[in-house]
């Protein structure tokens, strides 16, 4: 069964029309600017929300594990002791402690996104499967879309690519549009940033134009990351290659959202202290200028 950390509705940033966004936990890479870490293990995990903690340590008394400690910086955890027994976020009063990760059955998600079923439609919407990555799990993600399928939703899958190609193969011929991220051009600070290569997500690409699949391009901008102009010619020198039909790039500005999920979950935004920051208006015009001369439909935003 799919673990599902987030279910997002009414979403306008996650292909067309007004979308159901199912958020599937698990992902390969560990960007260091991501917005959604609660996404990356593929396990049900803890989060604590410290501002509306009450230091009461009921949640300390009632774990069976030992593995919560109350100290002088609130709740602190032991992660190889949680069993995720859910003692703790039951019985806390404020909702300090939360479990990040659920298993629905299909059934179950269908029955959720039916719910909205006639403002999607109306919208020209559907669902998208983001992460985390959907194609780190083929078998629950291919159930989901053949069962969105069935029931005539126009479904989209959020993806980095990092798979496999048969499961890149088998997903791109069970949905209508992927949404696929581009970080960076140069492999080795592909790696040190996102910890994997890049070389198997444009070979994807690649192969993905070739067989005439529709996809976008996102690429999350960065100023200290990606955002120069060398990072950015690059991406359209690989791109314009490609026998690639809607030729859509969105330019999503950076944000440090993840910064408070990460202290949300005991650990630390950026250990690195590396330089990473919003782009400027010039720096998101200049970038939108220097993409479209070169043939491509730029959006900023989702």
């Known amino acids: 069964m799919p673990l599902i950390f987030d279910i997002k509705r009414y979403a306008i940033n996650d292909g067309p029309g007004i979308r159901t966004t199912l958020f599937l936990k698990g992902c390969p890479l560990r960007c260091v600017w991501c917005h959604n870490p609660e996404s990356w293990s593929t396990q049900p995990q803890l989060l604590y929300k410290k501002g509306k903690c009450l230091r009461c340590g009921t949640c300390v008394r ?4 030992q593995a919560l400690h109350l100290g002088e910086e609130g709740i602190t955890l032991d992660a190889g002791r949680c069993t995720h027994c859910g003692l703790c976020t039951d019985e806390c009063p404020t909702m300090a402690l ?6 629905w059955t299909t059934e179950q998600l269908m029955a ?3 719910k909205e079923r006639y403002v999607m439609e109306d919208s020209g919407g559907g669902v998208t499967l ?3 990555e959907p194609l780190m799990h083929p ?13 005539g939703f126009h479904r989209v899958v959020d993806t980095s690519l990092h798979a496999p190609r048969q499961v890149v193969a088998d997903v791109a011929a069970a949905c209508e549009l992927l949404l696929v991220d581009i970080k960076m051009m140069d492999a080795a600070r592909h790696r040190l940033l996102t910890g994997v290569d890049n070389a198997l997500i444009l070979s994807n690409i690649q192969w993905l134009a070739k067989e005439g699949h529709d996809f976008s391009i996102r690429i999350p901008l960065i100023e200290g990351v990606n955002a120069d102009d060398g990072n950015l010619t690059q991406t359209a020198d ?17 944000h440090d959202m993840g910064r408070d999920k990460h202290f949300r979950m ?5 250990p690195q202290c590396r330089v990473m920051l919003p782009p400027s208006e010039e720096r ?11 043939g491509f439909n730029v959006v900023i935003g989702g």
């Open 112 to 114: 959720e996104i039916e």
């Open 266 to 270: 005991w650990s630390t935004y950026n």
């Open 139 to 151: 078998d629950d993600t291919l159930a989901l879309l053949h069962a969105l399928g069935q029931r």
């Open 238 to 254: 690989f791109l314009e290659a490609l026998p690639w039909q809607r030729r859509t790039i969105h330019l999503l500005p950076y």
């Open 284 to 294: 998101m015009q200049h970038a939108t200028a220097l993409l479209s001369q070169r």
């Open 98 to 103: 939360e479990t990040c990760g659920r298993e």
């Open 62 to 65: 009632l774990c069976p594990q």
């Open 130 to 132: 983001c992460g985390g």
